[in-house]
């Protein structure tokens, strides 16, 4: 058997899109790109979220996290999810284009959605094109 290089192709994009996609904690969802850890930094990069429900998901107990000047698209769901941490920073960022093949499951898609987070701030930001609207927080009830 011969493999054509559109063949090798198709089966480097296959591989690729397995790596990217990652399980966003126990939500179900998956995410093109995870936080798990405190203190983490990310900046200035793009995020393609194609094929993912969530684009940057940062997980539960994580604090002290900075997501500044990264663009986010593409996402079925949403753009960024924040669930049940502490200290976000959201700023400077484009989040465009999610939201654009909904999970029936979730009740609404945001671009950025904070859920059961505490002391986060979103600040100059800019949010477009994106189905489900701008930003969205939810507290945690016990």
Known sequence: MTLRRYDILANFALTLEWFVRAQAGTTGLSAAKIVSTSTATLTGTT???????????????TSSVII??????????????????????????????????????????????????SNAMVVHDTVTGNVGGGVGGVTATA
Do not use: M, R, W
């Open 47 to 61: 995020i393609t979220a194609e094929g993912c429900d969530v684009g940057i998901y940062v997980a539960p107990t």
């Open 68 to 117: 500044k000047g990264v663009t986010v698209t593409g996402a079925n769901d949403h753009g960024i999810f924040v669930q049940d941490a502490s200290h976000i920073t959201i700023e400077t960022s484009k989040v465009e284009g999610n939201g654009l093949a909904p999970t029936p499951s979730i009740n609404e898609n945001k671009a950025i959605e904070l859920v059961g987070t």
